[in-house]
């Protein structure tokens, strides 16, 4: 019965992603790329939200939230602010511009050689950290849970191997030969199966707690664990309250307002509108996230804190004690959907980058859309073959998980500074673009490295950090703008691609929903 449900499901979401696109030109950048620059707010908000949501926020924010507690919904909450920010500054910006990917624009504001940099980057993220931790996480996450295993009669090695081929290549099916709306599609699809499936994990934990009763189980939650629904973390905690008003929300703005695998969504808006109502219904949606990514966890702390001897264990280890067996075979597949949306959205956003960006730019000046489109989806192939031969060796590292959240800032930070200052200033030439990228890299690396080494927990934490390297970054590029100014100042021209009138309500839904996120903080505080 579990396996039929899985197969079915899955086959149900490819068979829609299938009929829907087959109207769509896969021929042009537009049509391949931004999915004929025609998704709706409900495909926009959840392609958005199954991107964001795979195995390691389900996995790895309940084990957090088993150890600490409710604090690390900021991770969720937070998110919804800078959602709101990219809704209402930064969106009608990139539509204004016409631009595919967020690289172009830095072309455009600076030059050819910050924007290969930034691409290059943003391809070194995807490749070398991303994309082999979605299959890898992925794949372990559906070996423990499902035992495949011993359902395939095989070693545990062998079966991440299967899973990881798999996941690899479904992914690579939608998103290279897909496009974007087949990836957008099946996001949305699988986005209503996670929420459906990821709210019933909890409610059973509860109902468990309660005798019956969620209500019951609430209550009894609360008061025999008051410890973990302190909202507010102190200096040993993985968040310290501080860090939410330092690098945690530099870290939000650059994913949802800048990272090319999140952001390509809302740039495949119909219009404006359209983009600012799905970025703003997706906001609204992550404010329930912790019931999804950090609720089991504390739920299982209850049922098993004292069995458990590694916190990762808790998500899995509800599942398959709270889960009815009927159930098995559905919530298979909605995970499945969450762990190949992560991939085959990098790896779309990977083959955009390196169609749009490089090989147009650096290989063939004169290429026609569809050999554009070409180049891109021979480049996706080769990454989602490397990515799957070496996911499976990840197992042999040590908190890999960790190390790679930590190593992120390295192009995170600096990215986000020289849009963040091409937006706000017009006279900042592109060698301080270029200055402050390898700076602020190589600041932080030098940093991550003396932190793991020689001077281990002397540094403040790496939130504040990205903090004191953003200002700094600034302060470079604004000095070297008041010394050397671009001779022309920089104007933005409307490419005319799309409408981008306002949403009237976007400021305030967006107000609204800030005022959600503070109210929440008071409540738990």
């Not at 709210?199 to 109902?207: D, E, H, K, N, R």
């Not at 200033?425 to 390898?438: G, L, W």
């Amino acid at each position: 019965m579990g396996i039929i449900s899985f197969v079915g499901f899955t086959l149900l979401v490819a068979i829609i992603s299938y009929i829907a696109t087959r109207k769509t030109d896969e021929t042009s950048s537009d049509g391949y790329f931004l999915g004929g620059r025609s998704l709706t707010a409900v495909v926009i908000a959840g392609s958005l939200l199954l991107t964001n949501l795979s195995t390691e926020q389900i996995v790895g924010l309940n084990g957090q939230s088993f150890a600490e507690g409710i604090l690390v919904m900021a991770w969720e909450t937070l998110a919804a602010i800078a959602m709101v920010i990219t809704a209402i500054f930064l969106l009608p910006r990139y539509l204004k511009g016409g631009i595919t990917t967020v690289p172009q624009f830095l072309e455009r504001r600076y030059d050819t050689t910050t924007k290969a940099i930034t691409s290059g980057l943003f391809l070194t993220g995807y490749v070398v950290v991303f994309l082999p931790v979605v299959l890898y996480t992925g794949s372990l996450a559906i070996t423990t849970m499902f035992d495949v295993p011993a359902l395939l009669g095989v070693s545990k090695d062998t079966s991440i191997w299967i899973c990881v081929f798999g996941i690899g290549i479904t992914g690579s099916i939608y998103a290279i030969f897909g496009g974007l709306k087949a990836v957008a599609v099946s996001d949305s699809i699988n986005a209503v199966g996670l929420l459906i499936g990821g709210i019933m994990i909890p409610v059973f934990g509860l109902l468990e707690i309660g005798d019956g009763s969620i209500s019951e189980g609430i209550s009894t939650l609360m008061t025999t664990n008051p410890e973990k629904f302190k909202v507010i973390g102190d200096s040993d905690s993985s968040i310290p309250f501080a860090t939410i008003f330092t690098g945690m929300m530099l870290v939000q703005l650059f994913y949802w307002g800048t990272n090319q695998a999140i952001i390509q969504r809302a740039l495949g808006a119909k219009n404006l509108k359209e983009g600012q109502k799905g970025l703003l219904l997706g906001s609204f949606i992550k404010i329930l996230g912790p019931i999804i990514v950090v609720l089991p966890g504390i739920i299982a702390f209850h049922l098993y804190g004292d069995t458990l001897s590694n916190a990762d264990e808790a998500y899995p280890t509800l599942v398959s004690k709270v889960l009815p067996l009927s159930l098995v075979g559905f919530f298979a597949a909605v995970l499945f959907g969450a762990i190949l949306s992560s991939f085959n959205s990098a790896l779309n956003s990977s083959v955009t980058l390196f169609g749009i960006d490089i090989y147009k730019e650096y290989f063939n000046r004169e290429a026609s859309e569809k050999q554009v489109v070409k180049a891109g989806k021979s480049f996706g192939l080769l990454l989602a073959v490397l990515a799957m031969i070496v996911a499976p060796f990840l197992a042999q590292a040590e908190s890999i998980f960790t190390y790679l959240q930590k190593i992120n800032g390295c192009y995170s930070i600096p990215i986000l500074t020289i849009i963040v200052v091409g937006y706000l200033t017009k006279r900042v030439p592109a060698i301080a673009a270029k200055i402050a990228i390898i700076t602020g890299a190589v600041l932080y690396l030098i940093y991550v490295v003396l932190d793991a080494t020689v001077m281990k927990d002397e540094f403040p934490h790496f939130l504040h950090v990205m903090a004191i390297l953003f200002v700094v970054n600034i302060g470079i590029m604004l000095l070297i703008g008041k010394w050397y100014p671009k001779e022309v100042a920089y104007e933005q021209q409307y490419t005319k691609e799309v409408d981008i009138t306002p949403w009237k309500y976007t400021k305030i839904v967006g107000a609204v929903i800030c005022l959600i996120v503070i109210s929440t903080y008071i409540y738990f505080n």
